[in-house]
Nanobody, 125 residues
């Protein structure tokens, strides 16, 4: 059973940085795609970006391009989301998702069948 645990959220000022981590366990993830989504109050869950575990190919949503970077540490079974130049509109609960398959990076929420509990990111103005 896949288990995902996010960490690293918190309160940061506009223009600041945070690095989120998603620790994965329960199976071998070499054939998985790992993704970050976020959900602000009253809004739908939004694709932030994803990475294929084996090859490290990444895809970013429009809100993340140029500011966020996804990486993974195979030895630690952990995926990271480095967020720079944060804005108040980045405030949301950030979730880590996982799905088997790496042929095409999915951006839809319902494509991912394993989720972490989420970590709150708040950006103050």
């Amino acid at each position: 059973q896949v288990q995902l645990v996010e960490s690293g959220g918190g309160l940061v000022q506009t223009g600041g940085s945070l690095r989120l981590a998603c620790a994965a366990s329960g199976r071998t993830f070499s054939s998985y795609t790992m993704a970050w989504f976020r959900q602000a109050p009253g809004k739908e869950r939004e694709f932030v970006g994803a990475i294929t575990w084996s090859s490290g190919i990444t895809l970013y949503g429009n809100s993340a391009k140029g500011r966020f970077t996804i990486s993974r540490d195979n030895a630690k079974n952990t995926v990271y989301l480095q967020m720079n130049s944060l804005k108040p509109e980045d405030t949301a609960v950030y979730y880590c998702g996982a799905r088997p398959g790496t042929m095409q990076i999915a951006t839809a929420t319902n494509s991912y069948n394993s989720w972490g509990q989420g970590t709150q990111v708040t950006v103050s103005s």
